[in-house]
């Protein structure tokens, strides 16, 4: 009759395809046209049926009881949504000629199961979002209340007068929908959560008070709802949630309603509120209900401790039940990290939020998520788990229940094969998304409301969590912030989240946790409100925030708030690579030596998916952090610990360029630096003054010099290697990239000026063959020493160094360290012009000078002058981004801070240097 093939793709579906085929025989017996049901059942409505009749014992009778109903409802499927007025369009045209109530009762069983096969067919179809399949399914239950309060309201006007208020008016009643129902979460086949109020009990209806009148009203209501018929029950309502539970009234007026919440609402009951919405009846009287009763009810404006412990309880009571576990069976709904726990965490923190954010009210489950997402309750990550968790465990608590079409959450390991099917999973995936989805909600869980005495919260714990900001400002003035309004906020932004960050719960709470600990450690850097901006620059780093929150890491948060406080550049530089710092604070708490690159070095060849200019500058930069976060947090006399920081941050360079020229292939040519470089004293932001020296003069050399400097001024996605300068070269910015040796016997012997001959003390062997540079070295050394220095000479220098005073940056508060009057090139032109003298093959200016200093007593103070400076312009370096040598305002403040001293002292200090260096200058060159 039906294709083989359709069977056989049955049989990958179905758990039971030989069940599913006697039911299908049997409807096609009971079906009055079956030749019309067999034309048109393509193969997708072929399949569509057998599943229905395979995966739900209730379903299966109806459709057998009425076997022209899948083809009658099923056309249309996928596009029709409908809704409360929609089904009781449908439900007055099915009830018309409606008699007796048990005719009406059955009628209404029969459309909640036809209703209930074309919801789950479209489920299985999967032609609708899960989420509006239960708020399709949850807006039948209101059709039906409202036409069975109509028939009762209506006969018993008829029988015991109109309902009246005192002072004539009509009284009226509601039905409010509670639990799922209210939730637009309904199951397929659970009961539904409702409560009855009225307007008033002041009046009368007939003979009888209103209490009367609508407690008779609502037992009719119940009573058609709920009757036995042959199809079925309508539905199972469950009245337990109204006010005094099941001693209490049927019905209960809106002022008997607000005076029980008010003296005996519990907190259990706010949750059940929390879902409250109209349902039938009189919209008006519910709107009143919602303003009056619900909302100032469930949502506070403040949260009290004993709010908060109450909450503590229920999920202490939760967890209990989650624990119960009966022998060999998975309980979906109150098992660990099952729906009740799901619907806790959300509920909880919507009732605790909500009185503070009108945004999150909301009680459907999937739409509270999102917004306490958007909020920043939850984290992106959480929302999509917890989003997805929910709709698993729904799904699949609807399958166990529609199989027998019971109440039921359970299943046992014989159940799997079945569940299985009926999701469309294999049995191995349905066990591991049931393990995946429990665990983490139940992660999730344990982290909501975690027990806390309010004695045992810190002020600034306390100050947070209430968003209190008037007691926070009084707690981090204490902490020596300036601005303690935006401290707070930064702190609560944490919290509530913001653009770029939401932490998850468990982030959260370690947050609030390791808090008080952290302000201290904040408070005891020179200047917190920096320091606080620098961490939070670390902390917006997922990976930063594992640091910082990641348990028995105090002492490493406490290095950090150092590092903060000293180095916004740094702070930026380790806020990209987070993951450094921890093994910068553990492993490398020295400065390395060359092996250590070699190592590395090859381990990121070997590890990284990355380009070769990219593994380059990567690896450079790691580095650069680590020398840098070890010369911040190293204990050592801060001018020992800045020598060896520059030689460290050279050696570097050294190892990126000897690397870099075995791979161009410079066979013979010579890598030469100046400068700073050429000293060993680079500094953070340095650029690289770099000379190439060839053995002929080519083309090809050329072409090779110019592919080297490439590489390393190259920007890229991660950045560039080195800035360079190639200005002291021969001839400056006009001469060739790459001169031939024989080139600079010729210039440096006819054409080279006295200031030249300075600027080449610093003159520094990098990479290329040893025999050329010992050669190049003889000449230099011949280019250095052999000429004397005369008076000619010294003017040359002194009118040069007043000449460069000319790029000295000049303005309000501003002092250029390397080119004002007294600045480092005062110091560095004594240091080489003395070591011309003496003929000191020394690049270093602060080895030169301590190594001349025993002969030439002026150069001491020198030494004094110039390290300091020297160290002043590093703290400003690491202070931000290139900040180069201009020392300002607000320069002068950070560099302060950092070097444990008041701006004012810091400035006198600064000027007595500058000032002694020009003295001693020009007791030299004048």
């Known amino acids: 009759m039906f294709p083989s093939d359709w069977w056989k793709k049955a049989e990958e579906r179905l758990y039971n395809l030989q069940r599913a085929k006697e039911s299908l025989e049997e409807l096609l017996r009971r079906h009055p046209e079956p030749q019309s049901l067999v034309e048109y059942l393509n193969e997708r409505r072929f399949l569509l049926l057998l599943e229905l009749l395979d995966q739900s014992e209730c379903l299966r009778k109806f459709l057998v009881n009425h076997p022209e109903e899948f083809q009658r409802t099923i056309p249309g499927l996928w596009y029709v949504f409908k809704d409360k007025r929609i089904y009781l369009r449908e439900l007055e045209e099915l009830l018309s000629n409606c008699v007796s109530d048990e005719d009406f009762s059955k009628r209404l069983a029969y459309y909640r199961h036809r209703e209930l096969m074309r919801v789950m067919a479209k489920e299985i179809l999967g032609t609708a979002r899960y989420e509006e399949l239960l708020q399709e399914y949850s807006q039948l239950p209101d059709a039906m209340l409202e036409l069975a309060y109509r028939r009762a309201y209506q006969d018993a006007v008829e029988k015991y007068g109109e309902p009246l208020e005192e002072g004539g008016k009509r009284a009226t009643a509601c039905i409010i929908a509670l639990g ?14 409702i409560m009855f109020i009225h307007s008033t009990d002041k009046g009368q209806a007939g003979r009888l008070t209103l209490n009367e009148f609508f407690s008779r009203v609502f037992q009719r209501v119940f009573k058609l709802l709920t009757q036995i018929t042959p199809e079925g029950k309508p539905y199972e309502i469950d009245l337990d949630l109204r006010p005094f539970g099941k001693s209490g009234p049927i019905s209960m007026s809106l002022r008997s309603a607000e005076l029980y919440y008010e003296s005996y609402g519990r907190t259990w009951e706010r949750f059940a509120l929390l879902r409250a919405r109209y349902s039938a009846g009189d919209e008006e009287l519910y709107k009143v209900f919602e303003r009056e009763v619900k909302e100032p009810f469930v949502f506070r404006r403040s949260v ?15 967890a209990s039940e989650a624990k119960k576990r009966l022998l060999g069976k998975n309980n979906i709904k109150t098992g660990e990290g099952g729906i009740r726990e799901v619907e806790f965490a959300v509920q909880s923190l919507v009732l605790l939020l909500g009185g503070k954010f009108p945004f999150i009210r909301e009680s459907n489950t999937f739409r509270a998520i999102w917004k306490l997402s958007q909020k920043g309750v939850f984290s992106d990550e959480e929302a999509v788990f917890l989003e997805r968790a929910y709709e698993f465990l729904r799904r699949l608590e609807h399958k166990v229940q529609m199989w027998n079409c019971t109440q039921t959450q359970s299943f046992s390991e014989a159940d799997i094969p079945r569940l299985a099917r009926a999701m469309g999973m294999r049995e191995q995936e349905l066990k591991g998304k049931y393990q995946e989805f429990t665990r983490g909600v139940s992660l999730i869980f344990s982290q909501i409301m ?5 004695e045992d919260l810190h002020p600034i714990q306390r100050a947070l969590l209430n968003g209190d900001i008037e007691d926070a400002r009084e707690v981090l003035s204490g902490y020596r912030f300036r601005d303690p309004v935006r401290a707070f906020n930064i702190l609560q932004s944490y919290i509530s989240g913001r653009e770029g960050i939401k932490l998850s719960t468990q982030e959260k709470q370690a947050f609030i946790k390791v808090l008080p600990q952290l302000l201290e450690s904040i408070s005891q850097t020179p200047d917190p409100d920096e320091t606080l901006s620098n961490f939070d620059k670390f902390f917006s780093n997922p990976t930063g925030r594992k640091v910082i929150l990641s348990p028995a890491k105090e002492d490493v948060s406490k290095t950090l708030c150092r590092v903060f406080s000293l180095s916004s550049y740094l702070s930026t530089l380790i806020s990209r690579y987070p ?4 093994d910068v604070l553990t492993l490398y708490q020295d400065f390395p030596e060359e ?13 990284l998916n990355l380009s070769h200019e990219n593994l380059y500058r990567r690896f450079k930069r790691v580095w650069e952090i680590r020398i840098a976060l070890v010369y911040l947090v190293k204990r050592e006399d801060r001018y020992r610990k800045l020598f060896s920081f520059f030689e460290k941050l050279s050696d570097l360079a050294d190892f990126m360029l000897r690397n870099l020229w075995k791979e161009v292939g410079f066979e013979d040519t010579v890598i030469v630096a100046l400068g700073k470089y050429g000293s060993r004293e680079l500094t953070i932001g340095s650029d690289l003054d770099l000379v190439f020296v060839c053995k002929e003069a080519g083309e090809e050399k050329t072409k090779k010099a110019q592919e080297f400097i490439a590489f390393l001024t190259k920007h890229t996605s991660e950045g560039y290697l080195y800035d360079v300068d190639f200005r002291l070269r021969p001839m400056g910015s006009a001469g060739d990239i790459a001169p031939p040796i024989g080139f600079y016997k010729e210039y440096f012997l006819h054409q080279a000026r006295t200031w030249e001959r300075l600027a080449w003390t610093r003159c520094r062997y990098v990479a290329g063959p040893h025999g050329l540079a010992e050669e190049f070295e003889s000449l230099l050394r011949s280019f250095l020493f052999e000429k004397p220095l005369g008076e000619k000479e010294r003017r040359e220098i002194r009118d040069m160094r007043f000449a460069l005073e000319g790029n000295a940056k000049k303005g309000k508060g501003l002092v250029d360290l390397k080119f004002s009057p007294g600045g480092l090139i005062d110091a560095e032109f004594l240091i080489q012009y003395y070591t011309l003298l003496e003929g000191l093959r020394e690049p270093s200016m602060i080895r030169a000078c301590q190594r001349l200093m025993g002969k030439y007593p002026i150069l001491r103070e020198t030494h004094e002058h110039y390290t300091f400076l020297r160290l002043v312009e590093t703290r400003l370096r690491l202070s931000k981004e290139r900040a180069g040598s ?7 403040k950070r560099v302060a801070s950092s070097l444990g001293m008041q701006v ?4 006198e200090k600064v000027g007595q240097s500058m000032r002694r260096l020009r003295e001693i200058f020009l007791e030299v060159f004048d």
């Open 180 to 193: 799922k129902l209210g939730s637009y979460e309904l199951n397929y086949y659970s009961d539904i959560d």
């Open 304 to 318: 009290d401790y004993r709010i908060l412990e109450e909450i503590r309880l229920i999920k202490a009571q939760i």
């Open 450 to 454: 975690p027990s806390q005495e309010e």
């Open 579 to 582: 993951d450094l710092v921890e």
């Open 595 to 607: 092996e250590r690159f070699t190592e590395e070095f090859e381990k990121y060849k070997a590890t």
């Open 886 to 892: 201009l020392l300002g305002p607000q320069e002068s």
């Open 904 to 907: 004012e002292e810091l400035q």
